[in-house]
């Protein structure tokens, strides 16, 4: 099982990014797959958890609108599309698998996910 992630980098405020995370020794629509981020000092926030036995899509607070989760399960991988970003959102970004093929109650605070990727930076200037 490997989980990993691309697509960071810098950008100014105001700009977008998508972040790939690739899946490899398992089928995405097995398993649930969500992002998350981390800032230094900061505790690590859930942005969005995406199952992919049924598509269906949820965000953490004040996550929805300028993060948007996506999958391409030909290419067994999952999406974060990022928009509008801010200084704030600067932190690495990571991708986890939840050994269920739905996103439990509680995925925000990540408890329960089996495999994790080894982060991609977003730097986001002002």
């Known amino acids: 099982v490997q989980l990993v992630e691309s697509g960071g980098g810098l950008v100014q405020a105001g700009g977008s990014l998508r972040l790939s995370c690739a899946a490899s020794g398992f089928y995405l629509q097995d398993y649930a797959i969500a992002w998350f981020r981390q800032a230094p000092g900061k505790e690590r926030e859930g942005i969005a958890c995406?199952?992919?036995?049924?598509?269906?899509?949820w965000y953490g607070d004040s996550m929805e609108g300028r993060f948007v989760i996506s999958s391409n399960p030909a290419m067994n991988t999952v999406y974060l599309a990022m928009n509008s970003l801010k200084p704030e959102d600067t932190a690495t970004y990571y991708c986890a698998r939840v050994p269920f093929n739905f996103c439990p109650t509680g995925w925000p605070t990540a408890q329960g996910f089996d495999s994790w990727g080894q982060g991609t930076q977003v730097t986001v200037s002002s």
């Open positions: 995406f199952s992919g036995s049924n598509n269906a899509k």
